[in-house]
């Protein structure tokens, strides 16, 4: 059976001495942050031609990267990411080790599968170690400290840049998205009133037609004096 296990996940850690109160303050911001961001590694098996795939949520304009490796098999696997609409954002053929970057063009949910060739009953499992990182953990730190010649501390500091701008979103949208279900709420509640009064209305004309009909039918039948 195919078994999905999280690996170590690692946290970064900050050692730095500090005197000044407000920047002790900061990097005690940014530990507190990282331990909200930390990334989080999957290892996962693959039998003999099965597929098996992993989603992910991602906002508009948010940079994502994957890393993986698979154990060795004389069988292949193909790796495909796609997105809802179908769009192909990367293909390997006979994956093996490799690394995939994109960025989201709106909110949408990816789909990375893996699939793998062979024959059922074969017998063979093939370990896959993915690890999939987005928004402010994409970010490639190293070389934005080469490239604009970053102190640790500074470099910190736009860590803790990111961060704050990357929550700051979170919330933003989910304030959107709590706004955009309470019109539906509100709209779904008119409609259910007018579809209540509605029903009522059918219901009274209804009776009131049962009535005439069946005084009709008594006269008819001499049951009643018109």
């Known amino acids: 059976a195919d078994t999905i296990r999280p690996t170590a996940t690692l946290t970064p850690q900050i050692e730095l001495t500090v005197k000044n109160t407000n920047m002790a303050n900061r990097i005690a911001l ?126 910190e500091l736009k860590k803790l840049e990111d961060l704050s701008e990357s929550i700051v979103n979170d919330f933003a949208y989910m304030r959107s998205r709590e706004e955009q279900m309470r019109d539906t709420n509100e709209s779904t509640s008119d409609r259910v009133l007018y579809f209540s009064i509605f029903s009522m209305l059918c219901l009274i004309g209804l009776a009131i037609w049962q009535i005439f009909y069946l005084r009709r039918f008594f006269i008819a039948k001499k049951l009643i004096d018109s």
């Open 30 to 155: 940014i530990i507190f942050l990282n331990l909200f961001f930390k990334a989080e590694s999957l290892s996962f098996t693959l039998s003999a031609r099965n597929k098996k795939c992993l989603r992910e949520e991602v906002h508009k304009d948010v940079l994502v990267t994957g890393e993986y490796r698979l154990s060795e098999a004389p069988i292949k696997t193909h790796l495909t990411v796609i997105d809802t609409n179908g769009h192909v954002l990367y293909k390997k053929e006979d994956a093996q080790k490799g690394k995939f970057a994109f960025t989201s063009d709106d909110y949408d949910m990816f789909e990375v599968c893996f699939q793998s060739e062979g024959t059922h009953g074969q017998g063979i499992d093939r370990e896959i170690f993915l690890d999939i990182k987005t928004g402010v953990e994409a970010k490639n730190y190293d070389d934005l400290q080469k490239t604009e010649k970053l102190k640790p501390m500074e470099l």
